[in-house]
């Protein structure tokens, strides 16, 4: 199935991103319009529209994200200063993309609800 969100573009290279950690189940690339110094989306390869529509059998891609986003944060040098995970779910959570994602945030000390102090 191709995923026909900008994300599916973007995996697919028909539109342009930065991209920072790619392998064969998952791409990171620095967000457009990002809410904080450093703003990566981590995105399964896989089309899966929102975390509700996770199967069991795919249950192993966010932990993949995870591990991803903790090693680019190790990478990157920004780890022991600390960093934000977060995942939006439908349109009430935030989500615009509905394609199953992750994004980091970091750079500066994040406020309680996800923006910079």
Do not use: S, W
Request: aromatic share 8%.
């Amino acid at each position: 199935m191709t995923d026909p969100t900008i994300f599916g573009k973007i995996i697919r290279r028909e539109l342009p991103a930065d991209i920072v950690y790619e392998d064969d189940d998952l791409i990171a690339f620095r967000d457009i319009a990002p809410q904080a110094p450093v703003h990566v989306l981590f995105v399964p390869k896989t089309p899966i529209a929102t975390l509700n529509e996770l199967k069991p059998e795919q249950a192993a891609v966010v932990g993949k994200l995870a591990y991803a986003a903790a090693q680019y944060a190790k990478r990157e040098g920004f780890a022991e200063d600390g960093y934000r995970v977060v995942m939006n779910c439908n349109e009430h959570g935030g989500q615009t993309v509905f394609q199953l994602h992750l994004h980091l945030l970091a750079g500066d000390p994040l406020g309680r609800f996800g923006t910079p102090r």
